[in-house]
């Protein structure tokens, strides 16, 4: 049963460009949550998807923007890069429906982006 | 706005050393604490707490939850080298956002 996958692994961009991360939630799962991790941090919620639409967003700018596919995977778009969005992206992945509650987010390795 | 503080910041141990780690919080609709240990990259799920005085365990690993004093610890025994890493604690706010801390990097040395 494969876990929560990302790619790429790694990713350099100069400022001003556009990345597109991606994920594919553990198998049966429904909802897919995305983080950033700066380096010596916790991770901070950046959104979450269900059932193809933004269900929640944290504190982040309109150029981080995302997409949640029929198949449940999602895609975490960052247009304008600043050299404050180097960072590590975790996504995040859990079963939303029928659990009452009690969903626990299982997390991908990540993508560790750098922008020059 | 929700908050959670772990500490220590950083802890060295050695091998066979028992340690505590703390995580403190202020959230305004908690649901869950959830614990997670980060070596390299993903984190890793260790425990959910929900009621307060339950404490799980796993191994070497427990945890308990205090709702009214709102904070939690995990305790480690035994440490070994692969206990070695950083670790997450995190709130579930009931819309299933996880605010976390900033973490305590534990190093145990053999």
């Known amino acids: 049963d494969a876990g929560v996958t990302q790619s790429p692994t790694h990713l350099i961009k100069t400022r001003g460009q556009q990345v597109t991360l991606r994920c594919s939630p553990k198998s049966g799962h429904d909802t897919v949550s995305w983080y950033q991790q700066a380096l010596g941090q916790g991770p901070q919620f950046i959104f979450q998807?269900?059932?193809?639409?933004?269900?929640q967003r944290g504190n982040f700018p309109d150029r981080f923007s995302g997409h949640q596919f029929p198949n449940y995977s999602s895609e975490l778009n960052v247009n304008a890069l600043l050299l404050g969005d180097s960072a590590l992206y975790l996504c995040?992945?859990?079963?939303?429906?029928?659990?009452?509650?009690?969903?626990?987010?299982?997390f991908g390795a990540g993508t560790r982006l750098s922008v020059l | 706005e929700d908050k959670v503080v772990q500490s220590p910041l950083s802890l060295v141990v050695h091998e066979g050393d028992t340690v505590t780690l703390n995580c403190s919080y202020e959230v305004t609709n908690f649901r869950s604490l959830l614990w997670y240990k980060q070596e390299k990259k993903a984190p890793t799920f260790l425990f959910m707490l929900?009621?307060?005085?339950i404490e799980k365990k796993s191994g070497r690993l427990s945890s308990i939850l205090d709702k009214k004093e709102l904070f939690s610890i995990l305790n480690i025994t035994a440490t070994q080298t692969g206990d070695s890493a950083v670790y997450l604690c995190?709130?579930?706010?009931?819309?299933?956002?996880?605010?976390f801390g900033g973490g305590t990097r534990l190093m145990v040395k053999p």
């Open positions: 995040a992945s859990s079963l939303l429906r029928g659990q009452l509650g009690k969903n626990i987010q299982y």
């Open positions: 929900t009621s307060s005085g």
């Open positions: 995190a709130v579930d706010n009931a819309g299933n956002m996880l605010t």
């Open positions: 998807y269900y059932e193809e639409e933004e269900r």
